[in-house]
């Protein structure tokens, strides 16, 4: 999901419900972020393990790329809440993006908005004009119908749907016949093609005349660290 970062929005949140930005190097404030991350995850992803706390805290560990802005809704001393605001610092730096978790125990409360408005505004704060956002459930499902809802209703308008799709194994030899029959109308002039150490000059040759040279630039940059 895409909009702007207008003029930021009124009051923070429902009654007795207090938006409070974190800094994740405080004891024990990362894993109260985390909390209701991972009680999106379970409920939405029941048969999936799920983000680690240790994963999400590498994720924000991007000095000089990438500046995160983390914030919890809170009620006495639960977490009903979190969001995460990244800044880019390199590249597109007129951009959010923002990520909003809410527990599913306390969905509907109106804590996401909350926690949405918050973020539109430090985004706001920092020079940012257009915000970004993504959500990951099952497509289909009713909790992916009320998350695009929510986006709509403040503002936002959907840019892009991503379909995973899983296969168990082992795999029984008889579906990958079939899942390779109904691929293989669609494979006409592709070939596989694999090797060990060092592209092979006649790859290189047939692909790199293609690649802009900024992007091979931002391509060596990434790589050299």
Do not use: K, N
Request: a positive charge.
């Amino acid at each position: 999901m895409t909009g702007r970062a207008g003029t930021p929005p009124g009051p923070e949140g429902p009654r007795g419900v207090r938006i409070v930005p974190i800094d994740p190097g405080r004891p024990g404030s990362l894993g109260a972020w985390f909390a209701p991350i991972a009680a999106s995850g379970r409920a939405d992803w029941p048969a999936e393990p799920g983000w680690a706390l240790h994963e999400r805290a590498a994720l924000l560990a991007q000095p000089g790329v990438m500046t995160h802005l983390l914030a919890i809704a809170a009620e006495g001393r639960e977490t009903l809440g979190s969001s995460q605001v990244r800044l880019p610092l390199r590249e597109d730096t007129a951009t959010a993006d923002i990520e909003v978790w809410v527990a599913p125990a306390h969905r509907g409360r109106g804590i996401g908005r909350a926690l949405l408005g918050h973020a539109e505004r430090v985004a706001y704060e920092h020079g940012r004009r257009i915000v970004s956002g993504s959500t990951d459930v099952p497509l289909g499902s009713p909790e992916a119908a009320r998350r695009a809802a929510f986006a709509r209703a403040a503002g936002y308008a959907p840019v892009l749907d991503e379909e995973r799709h899983a296969l168990a194994l082992p795999v029984d030899p008889g579906l990958l016949d079939s899942l390779e029959s109904a691929a293989r109308p669609h494979a006409e002039g592709y070939r596989f093609a694999g090797w060990a150490g060092r592209c092979p000059a006649r790859s290189c040759r047939s692909h790199s005349p293609r690649v802009p040279a900024r992007a091979r630039g931002r391509a060596r940059r990434a790589t050299a660290g």
